[in-house]
């Protein structure tokens, strides 16, 4: 996502503002090219097995208790004001004084740029391994625009990504410096987590404004669908959102497309799609073929400049009511939003739902020990 300190450029057909459209097509606008993809790391299908990652103790624990807590938020890189992803990290990891281990989260799903604003290594450690020095979890990602995005043009797109996540073998980070924290050995820059009550089909979009797949990206997304348990919750985790209310991106007609052209060719239908992008929180539900879908978008990480609603949402003539149909897509709701505040979402997952809770956290002219406060809850049948 841009920074915002940057001119914005429109072309005449993009939607006046004080509109309601969720989301559009991107591409006349868009000034960052494609970027060539990293080779994989690991072997096809490029899956991570969470048993391969957490202590065979503590996976029982989650077996037993049938409930799996996770937290997940994107646009965390500090890269202006460091306070603000500080101040999530921080709130995150109060979250591990719970008193029963199997309610402490057992990972971190990161929804893409981590470091801005561009993904070289020398911003590892000041955005992400720093600030994360004591959060005592794994930490998984896909990646955003802005890690994969170059300055540098001898420098191969995602090369830092890789070597921080996507290592053949876990070891000390060499960006890591007095924080140390292993690497992790994500198998590819797209790939699937294989959890006993959930699977996490992880997608990279690129750099493109909207997001952009290859012919090889697609296959594999068609296929993972196709072959993910049935019993389980169903992830789909990317960067660029699909819906978005906010005045800066808006969600994505591509990615729109592309999910449901997936959707379609297998027949597979995910109860959760989480993204990031937009630095804000918005949660949205759409009915498709009478399967109700959620929609998280969750950029609210760190990034300093929060986007802000558009005026229909935010400041309409007569206030709005949740759920909100948009006027543009009758099939999809917006169900609650902050654009106000940073935060971030504890997930619970068992075999019968999916637990949601997004938590915003004090702003950095505030108390810093205030604790986070609760502002959405929801929860996601899986039958």
């Known amino acids: 996502m841009p920074d915002n300190s940057r001119p914005r450029r429109f072309s005449a057909d993009v939607p006046d503002l004080h509109g309601t459209q969720i989301n559009r097509l991107h591409s006349k606008f868009a000034t960052q090219p494609f970027r060539p993809l990293p080779r ?33 938020v994107g646009d965390t890189g500090g890269v202006k004001n460091p306070v603000d992803q500080q101040l999530v990290v921080n709130h995150m990891e109060n979250d591990f004084q719970a008193t029963d281990p199997v309610d402490r989260p ?18 590892y450690y000041a955005q992400f391994y720093e600030p994360n020095s004591h959060y005592p979890a794994p930490i998984f990602a896909i990646p955003g625009n802005h890690d994969g995005d170059i300055q540098d043009q001898s420098v191969p797109s995602l090369q830092a990504f890789v070597t921080n996540f996507c290592a053949p073998e876990a070891r000390i980070a060499p960006a890591s410096g007095d924080a140390p924290r292993d690497t992790m050995t994500q198998p590819n820059v797209y790939w699937t987590l294989d959890t006993p009550f959930a699977t996490f089909i992880g997608l990279y979009t690129n750099v493109p404004e909207g997001g952009a797949l290859d012919a090889t990206q697609i296959n594999w997304f068609h296929s993972e669908l196709s072959q993910a348990p049935t019993d389980k919750a169903l992830i789909v985790a990317t960067h660029h959102p699909i819906y978005s209310g906010d005045s800066y991106h808006s969600g994505s007609q591509y990615m ?41 978008v969750a950029g609210s990480g760190g990034y300093w400049n929060l986007h802000s609603m558009l005026p229909a949402i935010k400041h309409p003539p007569t206030p709005i009511e949740f759920p909100y149909p948009m006027p543009d897509r009758p099939d999809v709701s917006l169900n609650m939003f902050s654009d106000d505040r940073h935060g971030y979402l504890k997930m619970t997952v068992t075999p019968d739902a999916i637990q949601g809770e997004y938590y915003t956290v004090p702003r950095s002219q505030e108390s810093w020990s205030a604790p986070a406060s609760l502002l959405d809850q929801f929860s996601i049948l899986l039958h």
């Open 40 to 72: 994989p790391t690991g072997n096809p299908p490029y899956h991570v097995e969470l048993s391969q990652i957490l202590p065979a103790d503590a996976m029982q624990s989650m077996i037993d208790a049938r409930k799996m807590v996770f937290h997940t």
């Open 106 to 123: 057992a990972f971190f799903y990161n929804l893409g740029d981590v470091v801005y604003f561009y993904g070289e290594e020398s911003e």
């Open 256 to 296: 729109d497309g592309i999910l449901d052209a997936a959707m379609q060719a297998t027949g597979r239908v995910p109860h959760l799609v989480l993204t990031g992008h937009v630095h804000n929180y918005q949660r949205f539900t759409r009915q498709y073929n009478d399967k109700p879908i959620t929609y998280l």
